[in-house]
């Protein structure tokens, strides 16, 4: 393992011109290649070109996420946001001649056919005509991320951030739960016009880049995007609709027992993150403390976690507390030539710390047991796939759960549980909200704050926004990041959830025999497709009928509900 620690990680911007000299050089190897072995060599070394411009885009990216303010990895940010999108030429000539070798069948039985499904999915997914397009929503997206990262929120006479003001949403005290939640969304109503203004670009460059590249609209070129080789809109539309029928109606019912627990006579927005009346679970501890016991829990989970966690501390890869300045949210990344993941939240003494914990853990364990995998688009599967390591992990790691929460325990599974529930019917009115306004890509802020008020109707009924004139207008979609910086990713937690709660079953009923499923799938990294890891893991696909109703039905009994 190396030995080198994050903060001793080299960051140099990349010579682009003597790269892509570079790049050019070796894409020729690879096209007059002779033999098999000469055109793989091309291929390995067209991956070490575009994993040092990936590395340094990733030591910037953290550095920054840590410091918003810090200028000189902010004006590297700016940097990346114009320069990188021309490096998006060099995949796609790459994949044009990776399908066009007179080797392709030999490297196919090679590296495997996932990389020429995924290239044949990819060329159409840039021209030189898109550039400034790219380009304009990259700046639009760090100047969103900017926005929230510097969100000063007065309550008080304290001033909170995005990621401080949460706890104060879920205390016991009503009308405290109240004000601070007015206050967060007082915050997104005096900036309200800045993020529709953002958006609105956003929608209008999106869909002028899938015009010029022949798309009907956005939607086909954003499946492009993400790589999705064995399914298309039809298939997730058929999944939402069963997500509708079997998964929110029980969401609906866990409403109702919360709105009795907490003895209110309609559950408010501001009740919705109060789980119980003497309050959430609630980790004990220090940061330091929690990550010691995740240290033994790792260690008692399996011989590989227990060692990989020793090394994510030892070498200082993850930033968890949250700080003034510091981005909203969590991620883990992965720096390639280091050969290193990275773990990035925001610990604000919720238990979705813990969450955060085991979910980024998920996939930071995922990244480094496929590490090896080549070529580079093997390191990390598909997003669809990705999020089943972390959501599984989060389930894995249950038998620990007392050494965070105490005398919380139960209460946690419960809200833990219920909440990965709640959030399916969330998920996909995120995605089909995205599928709505880019099939429609003119409508004004008036009409997509209007679909997002359909989409509440028809999967998140309960909602209660009376008293709120902000939300009232159908604007909470405006806080999530995901719809700005990554559309169409957010349907993937949906499925990897229907994926991670069979690997929960299984894992309840034979232990070392899911855990060598869980561990056979983290090692594959992306060398398959979605369907195709699925099938690896053994697990049972999330599309097919009947599927999403006998999990709903497994879940509702452990609900009790």
């Known amino acids: 393992m190396s030995h080198v620690s994050f903060p001793d990680f080299q960051y140099q911007r990349p010579d682009l011109d003597r790269l892509e000299a570079a790049f ?102 840039f021209r030189p005509e898109i550039l400034e397009e790219l380009q304009a929503v990259n700046k639009l997206s760090s100047e969103f991320t900017q926005l929230r990262g510097g969100a000063e929120i007065e309550l008080d006479g304290k001033t909170y951030n995005l990621s401080s003001i949460a706890p104060l949403e879920q205390v016991p005290d009503r009308e405290k739960r109240k004000e601070a939640s007015t206050a967060k969304w007082d915050w997104f109503a005096g900036h309200r016009e800045r993020f529709e203004a953002i958006y ?59 709105r009795e627990r907490l003895g209110v006579e309609r559950l408010h927005y501001y009740d919705l993150g109060f789980r119980f009346p003497d309050g959430n679970p609630k980790p004990q501890g220090s940061p330091a403390e929690i990550v010691a016991h995740a240290d033994k829990m790792y260690k008692e989970l399996s011989p590989d976690t227990g060692e990989f966690f020793q ?57 480094y047991s496929s590490r090896n995998q080549r070529p580079m688009e093997y390191n990390w599967p598909t997003f669809d796939a990705a999020e089943i390591h972390s959501m599984s992990m989060e389930f894995f790691t249950y038998p620990w759960m007392e050494g965070f929460f105490g005398p919380d325990t139960e209460k946690y599974y419960f809200s833990h549980v219920a909440g990965s529930f709640r959030f399916l019917p969330y998920g996909c009115a995120v995605d089909e909200f995205q599928h709505r306004v880019y099939e429609n890509p003119d409508l004004d802020n008036a009409g997509r704050n209007a679909v997002w008020k359909e989409m509440e109707a028809s999967y998140l009924p309960h909602l209660d926004y009376s008293d709120n004139d902000h939300l009232t207008a159908g604007t909470f979609w405006q806080s999530q990041g995901h719809i700005f910086s990554v559309p169409f990713y957010y349907i993937d937690y949906c499925l990897a959830q229907i994926c991670a709660f069979q690997f929960f079953l299984k894992d309840e009923k034979d232990h070392a025999s899911a855990w060598a499923d869980y561990v056979r799938l983290c090692k594959a990294g992306g060398s398959r497709s979605f369907l195709q890891l699925v099938e690896l893991a053994g697990l049972e696909n999330p599309f097919e009928d009947g599927v999403v109703e006998k999990i709903a039905n497994r879940m509702r009994e452990r609900l009790d509900v």
């Open 24 to 125: 050019q050089a070796v894409l020729e190897e690879l096209k007059t290649a002779e033999t098999l072995s000469d055109a793989s060599a091309a291929v390995e070394q067209i991956d070490a070109i575009r994993a040092s411009v990936a590395t340094a885009y990733n030591i910037g990216y953290i550095r920054y996420s840590i410091n918003t303010r810090d200028e000189f990895y902010r004006a590297e940010k700016d940097w990346f946001d114009e320069h990188l999108p021309r490096t998006e030429q060099w995949r796609v000539d790459y994949y044009r001649a990776l399908l066009d070798s007179p080797h392709r069948e030999a490297l196919e039985q090679h590296f495997g056919p996932q990389l020429f499904d995924s290239a044949k999915v990819s060329i159409n997914t």
């Open 200 to 258: 609105a670009k956003m929608v209008k460059l999106r869909t002028e880049m899938a015009h010029k590249l022949d798309y009907a609209n956005y939607v086909g070129l954003g499946y492009a995007n993400m790589n999705r080789t064995d399914y298309g809109p039809d298939e997730v539309a058929n999944f939402r609709r069963q997500i509708r029928e079997y998964i929110v109606p029980i969401a609906q019912r866990l409403y109702e027992k919360q």
């Open 311 to 367: 090394y994510l501390q030892d070498a200082k890869l993850m930033d968890l507390e949250a700080k003034d300045g510091k981005a909203p949210g969590g991620y883990c990344t992965f720096i390639n030539e280091y050969q290193a993941p990275y773990i990035f939240s925001n610990f604000n003494g919720t238990s979705h710390d813990i969450d955060v914990l085991t979910h980024e853990f998920g996939h930071a364990f995922q990244v």
